[in-house]
């Protein structure tokens, strides 16, 4: 009986695949692999590719999702440095690093894993929270606030943890999502925060108190300088002006009638310099020159006829 070469190349195309998945497995890039030689770690794989493998029962391969996990810790009362009672809650990023080293003591699960963490999360916090006052962690004054050193402090303790009992695992950050306070201490907290604000305010109108009277002096101190000059640069005019005044006042009183006649000879220019036309009583001076009246012959003058 003659075979179907179509039959038969099919057959031999799902034997090779067949063959594939016995012999080879890929790792994608977000994945890493331990591979277990009749159950126990022989080899990880952490680059992604395509590896050679023996069929089940003798290897058998676990992947791992390698991209970061996100771990949140619960909302748990803790206590600082000096007493006071705070509550906290942590959140932290992980990926398994080494899947060798995780799979003997978690297996395939992220759940075991991430209840180990917790106890590890919990005991950092609680140490570091413990060595830090609590104005560190809530307070008025923001230069006080010492929550980027606090989450660097929790960090390296978990790292150091994980380090020593080689989970295989890589925390990459840790920060603090949430702070509280529990509502038996939230009522002194408040008055504690108030108080404080009221000392700020006090020094804050004692500072412009006193800025405002330094204000007002110099101002004053300018005004009162101001005021000497300026009666001093009066005093100096009007010295000037006296002296102007009795120079000329000597020079009027040896002739009056001429001084007198050339003052009314000059404001007659001043009224006829320009064209121009005016209905003036022939008594008002300077026109009553025209008049003949007082143009009397100012003393040391010749005749007029």
């Known amino acids: 009986m003659k075979r179907n070469p179509i039959t038969i190349t099919i057959g031999l195309l799902l034997l090779f695949i067949f063959g594939l998945l016995l012999f080879f497995f890929q790792v ?22 395509a590896y050679l493998r023996f069929p089940w029962p003798i290897q058998q391969i676990y992947k791992f999702d390698q991209r970061v996990h996100n771990f949140e ?48 999360v919990r005991s950092a916090y609680t140490g570091v929270v413990g060595s830090h006052p609590f104005p560190h962690f809530i ?12 989450e660097g402090e929790i960090l390296q303790r978990i790292q150091q943890d994980i380090a020593r009992n080689e989970y295989g695992v890589d925390v990459k950050f840790i920060g603090i999502e949430r702070v509280g306070l529990p509502e038996s201490v939230t009522k002194l907290v ?20 006193r800025e405002a009277s330094n204000i007002r002096s110099e101002a004053n101190l300018a005004s009162a300088k101001l005021i000497t000059e300026a009666e001093a640069t009066a005093t100096k005019i009007r010295g000037e002006g006296d002296a102007a005044a009795a120079k000329y006042l000597q020079v009027f009183q040896q002739n009056p009638e001429l001084a007198n006649f050339l003052i009314s000879l000059r404001a007659l220019e001043d009224f006829l310099k320009e064209r121009t036309t005016l209905i003036l009583d022939t008594k008002t001076m300077p026109v009553n020159l025209f008049n003949g009246e007082g143009a009397t012959t100012p003393r040391g003058s010749p005749t007029q006829r």
């Not at 994608?28 to 590719?49: H, L």
């Not at 307070?139 to 606090?150: A, G, M, P, V, W």
């Not at 404080?196 to 006090?202: A, D, F, I, K």
Request: charged share 25%.
């Open 73 to 120: 810790s619960q909302f748990e009362q803790t206590f600082t440095s000096d007493g006071h009672s705070l509550m906290i809650k942590v959140y932290a990023g992980w990926n398994i690093a080494q899947p060798a080293k995780f799979f003997p003591r978690f297996g395939d699960s992220i759940l075991e894993f991430e209840k180990a963490l917790d106890g590890l």
């Open 190 to 209: 408040f008055e504690r925060m108030q108080s404080e604000r009221q000392l700020q305010v006090r020094r804050i109108e004692s500072d412009g108190q």
């Open 28 to 49: 994608r890039a977000t994945q890493v692999a331990v591979v277990t030689t009749f159950g126990r770690p022989s080899s990880q794989k952490t680059n992604a590719g």
């Open 139 to 150: 307070s008025t004054d923001e230069k006080q606030l010492k929550f980027t050193e606090i």
